[in-house]
Structure formats: C-alpha cells, structure tokens
C-alpha cells in the first residue's frame, strides 16, 4: 500500500515540476522576440508570476523527495516481512 501511495507521489510531483518548468519559461523573454518599451512591461506582475512558478517547482521537488521516502520505506517493510516469513 505505501509504495502505491508513493509512486502516485511521484507522479504527481513530475506532474508539478513539468508545470511549474513551463510556467517558467513562459515568463522568460525569448531570444527573438524584442523586448517591450520599459513603460508596456509591468515588471511586478512578471516577477510575482516568475517568483510563484520557481516556489511551484521547489515544491514538487520536495513532493518527489518525501514521496521517493515513502517508497523506501514500504521497500524495507515488504523486505522486512519477507525475511520474517522465509
């Protein structure tokens, strides 16, 4: 049951880091685009988004560690059990 609960985990922390990468790169000017007039860029709104974006993939990257933990853990149990029935 726990390294079910924990590969869900896992799934969804790639889930979260693959979102949070492209949100990041949305709020990243491209190379060939020019960039706006100082005045049309509300430089605020594009730091807040960018800020939000790189706390979202921290997050998933947390999520992924405890979730990798989790399955450890249900991997030493199931090695426990084994050794205990054998």
């Given at each position: 049951m726990q390294?079910?609960?924990g590969l869900?985990?896992?799934?969804?922390?790639?889930?979260?880091l693959t979102q949070a990468t492209i949100d990041v790169a949305k709020n990243r000017p491209s190379t060939n685009t020019p960039l706006?007039?100082?005045s049309a860029l509300d430089t605020t709104t594009v730091a807040s988004?960018?800020?939000?974006?790189?706390?979202?993939a921290d997050a998933a990257l947390r999520l992924?560690?405890?979730a990798a933990n989790v399955?450890?853990?249900g991997s030493e149990?199931?090695?426990?059990?084994?050794?205990?029935?054998v």
């Amino acid at each position: 049951m726990q390294i079910s609960s924990g590969l869900q985990g896992l799934h969804n922390a790639q889930s979260g880091l693959t979102q949070a990468t492209i949100d990041v790169a949305k709020n990243r000017p491209s190379t060939n685009t020019p960039l706006p007039e100082p005045s049309a860029l509300d430089t605020t709104t594009v730091a807040s988004e960018g800020t939000a974006a790189l706390i979202a993939a921290d997050a998933a990257l947390r999520l992924g560690e405890a979730a990798a933990n989790v399955i450890a853990v249900g991997s030493e149990t199931i090695g426990t059990i084994i050794d205990i029935k054998v």
